[in-house]
């Protein structure tokens, strides 16, 4: 949140532009409210806090929304509209360029909302995944985290960080951290968890993994052998944080 003495971002020309544009008055002569309307939104974009006084024409406008939302760091969202606060393309779309800080205030609808958090989730470039996460209501978290074939999309679209997410139950599967391995090396072998690390057909099977990941390059010799070269049983050690 911002402090009162923060200095918010300047508006930008193509946003000013686009809210002036949309709510200028129709008919040119007269129109006092359309007037009005747009004198609010020339103070919301010179004070984003305005927008909670606002008359409703002006909460509900995406644009003028976004950028207030834009120059607040996040806050302005909780002045805007139910129906933008419940929109999925609108939050999707003002977090790529905000990020998270805006998700405490979208519509409660919103956090049981699988399809949404997929695709939130899928498309958070801008912050960790597991922060992204907590929006979610608890029992659809819990239900994303446990699903294999959910955990393995993230997996394939963000690497390693992906399992920071994943259940307990996922990170003890043998066979769910063995495929894990094949799609992104062996990063990921340092979210197994402590049973599968201390079990030595894991460790061969988590070698061959590597080997797969890597096409066979730098392992040298057997891959199922209990001793791996020592360069990379050191690596590989050191991810499983397993004794030499």
Same mark, same amino acid.
């Given at each position: 949140?911002? @402090? #009162? @003495?923060? %200095?918010?971002?300047a508006p ?7 809210v ?5 008055? #129709?008919? @040119? ?11 609010? *939104? ?11 006084? %606002? ?8 644009? /003028? ?6 120059? #607040? ?12 606060? #419940?929109?999925?393309?609108?939050i999707? @779309? ?13 519509d409660?609808?919103? +956090?049981?909302? +699988?399809?949404f ?13 597991h922060?992204?996460l907590?929006?979610? %209501?608890?029992?659809l978290?819990?239900? /994303? ?21 994943v259940?307990?139950? /996922? ?10 391995v094949?799609?992104?090396? &062996? ?7 402590r049973? /599968? +690390?201390?079990?030595?057909e ?13 096409g ?6 057997? *891959?199922?052998?209990?001793?791996? &070269?020592?360069a ?13």
């Open positions: 949140s911002l @402090g #009162s @003495g923060a %200095a918010a971002p930008q020309p193509q946003a000013a532009a686009a002036a544009e949309a709510t200028a008055v #129709s008919d @040119g002569d007269g129109d006092e409210g359309g007037a009005d309307i747009e004198r609010w *939104c020339e103070e919301v974009l010179e004070d984003w806090r305005r927008l909670e006084q %606002a008359p409703d024409e002006c909460k509900n406008d995406p644009d /003028l929304v976004s950028e207030a939302t834009r120059l #607040s760091a996040g806050e302005a969202l909780r002045f805007a509209s139910p129906s933008l606060r #419940s929109s999925s393309d609108f999707l @779309g003002v977090m790529q360029e905000v990020g998270p800080a805006i998700l405490e205030h979208v409660v609808s919103l +956090r049981t909302h +699988r399809q958090v997929e695709e939130l989730l899928a498309t958070c470039n801008n912050c960790p995944l922060e992204a907590q929006f979610a %209501a608890a029992h978290r819990d239900t /994303l985290c446990g699903d294999r074939a959910f955990a393995m999309r993230l997996l394939r679209r963000s690497g390693p960080e992906a399992l920071h997410i259940s307990e139950e /996922l990170r003890a599967d043998r066979a769910f951290i063995l495929d894990a094949r799609e992104v090396g &062996p990063l990921a072998l340092e979210f197994a968890s049973e /599968l +690390r201390a079990s030595s894991f460790l061969r099977g988590a070698f061959a993994a590597c080997a797969h990941a890597t066979g390059e730098g392992l040298g010799g057997d *891959c199922g052998r209990p001793e791996p &070269p020592s990379v049983g050191a690596l590989l050690r050191g991810l499983l944080r397993v004794d030499a």
